[in-house]
């Protein structure tokens, strides 16, 4: 049976914090190789409007994901569940952004680019994403309640590898 005691959660340590420098790192090396690949390969291609277009919607998206880490880190100081609330409102932070950019571009210039940024800039978001769920989830994983489903080495009661589960027997 269930005791009060059994549903106070156990007290954060440093090592239960999302570690947003070490994820900023990640989430920009990977923007600016992507983005140093797909530059390279549109100018000997000869195309420079889609190289420059793409340098930009590199910058709106990598910066904007970089910045809705920081709802992640600071629900990660609040609770173990803390990382995932944070991630829901980091994608909030990264459409606010984005999507605000994108309109004002579309809308509130003359920019007639506008529109064929816009399709970058949908590209680069999901890109984006993908690695900022590789990130999150892997520490979601980390700090979740209960016993560490995938471990991981230097966080607390991890262990070198998952153990087996005994047979069950009826």
């Known amino acids: 049976m269930n005791t009060p005691a059994d549903n106070n959660p156990r007290p954060l340590t440093a090592a239960d914090i999302f570690p947003i420098g070490r994820a900023a790192l990640q989430l920009g090396g990977v923007v600016l190789v992507v983005t140093g690949l797909l530059y390279a390969g549109f100018t000997l291609a000869g195309q420079p409007l889609n190289a ?20 992640v880190w600071l629900g990660s100081k609040a609770s173990t ?13 990264r459409m606010a952004l984005t999507g ?20 970058w800039v949908a590209g680069w978001y999901l890109g ?15 700090v979740a309640p209960g016993p560490p489903r ?21």
């Open 150 to 170: 995938y471990p991981q080495a230097g966080h607390p009661g991890s262990t070198s590898a998952p153990e087996a589960s005994p047979a069950k027997s009826s």
């Open 100 to 119: 605000g950019i994108v309109l004002y571009l579309q809308w509130g210039t003359q920019w007639p680019h506008a529109r064929h940024l816009s399709f």
């Open 128 to 142: 984006v994403l993908l690695v900022e769920v590789k990130l999150i989830s892997s520490y979601v994983l980390a």
């Open 52 to 71: 420059k277009l793409n340098l930009i919607a590199a910058a709106i998206c990598g910066v904007s994901g970089i910045l809705a880490l920081i709802p």
């Open 81 to 93: 569940h803390g990382g995932a609330a944070g991630f829901m409102a980091g994608i909030l932070v």
